[in-house]
């Protein structure tokens, strides 16, 4: 057996952790304790996420394998089965996070949305992220890109807003599932402020996703994104999302319980705060090059008082003749002495 040499073994060793947390964590859960809104939903639940946690510790340990071993490491790491299994992997690391962290029926989350136990939930998201490392790695490894260079070198900012295209999305689908499970009743039986507030995380949320796609797309397509539109677009955003966070995330709100829409809603706003540092940086840097190319524009046009006038230059060409004359005499006056 041989070291590993590939740097996505830590990767994969990390999410074997954080996969067996997570299955130790689903398999301690009582399908018939009262913070489980539905006992026949949680059971199903349970017996789902426990099936896909093992298909992903088999998954997983396969790579670990492969990954250890000559042999394998030449056949399958970096090929297309490597590719196949990361793919299966993501998805099943998305719909454990869906059965875990759902609002109202999720595994790891309360009636009202919070979160009880935090090993099932937090290790789901971070499993969820391993996996997408390791997808970025092998693209890295196997077809020379690196995500995150390319991602940067469209802009400072693009990474951000990319970011913030897919914590919209969350905010945008929980508060939306809140609504569907609270409020879809009579207008006199809703509670509120609950639902207008739920309302509120789903105008957010949605605004959100559209800006941010319409930035990320031009950014994607033209290489940059006008620095005004860009501006204003964070300037509307950041109002709502203030908004947002005073009234969603507030005590009568559908994102008060520590759950996905208290986390990415809070999320969503640093990352606005982050935007709006690097467009600040864009503007500084932008500011100096301008400035660097006025003064080195000043240093080299030259300006009416280095042009000679026609009697300076008459005058120096009648110097210049008389030396030469000068010069020829005295060269004449020796040779007439030898």
Known sequence: MMRPTTSRFKLWAFYLAFTVIQLLAIMQVETDAEENIDDESAKTDKKWGAALSILSLIGV?????????????????????????IGILLLISTILVAIVSGPNRGLAVDKEGAVFIGNMYYFSWASFFIMI???????????GINVRQTMTS???????WAALLVSSMIV??????????????QNDEKPQPFCGRCV?????GT?????????????????????????GCLLFLSVLSVIEIVYVT???????????????????FLLILMVAKSCHEDYVEAQEIMEQQQSAAERTVPTLAHVPSEEETDSSNDAATTKRGNTTSADVDEDDIL
């Open 154 to 160: 469209k802009s400072s900012s693009f990474t951000y």
């Open 250 to 268: 507030a005590a009568q709100g559908p994102g008060s319980p520590l759950g996905n829409l208290y986390y990415f809603s809070w999320i969503s």
């Open 172 to 185: 945008m689908g929980t508060a939306s599932d809140l609504y569907n499970k609270n409020c879809d009743v």
């Open 61 to 85: 340990s396969a790579m670990l394998f492969c990954h250890s071993h000559i042999r394998y490491r030449i056949t399958i790491i970096n090929s297309k089965y490597e590719l196949i299994t």
């Open 207 to 231: 605004l959100g996703v559209v800006v941010s796609l319409v930035i990320v797309v031009m950014k994607l397509m033209l290489g940059v994104a006008p620095f005004l539109v860009e501006v």
């Open 133 to 143: 490392m390791v997808l970025s790695s092998f693209v890295e490894t196997s077809f």
């Open 200 to 204: 509120l995380g789903v105008t957010v």
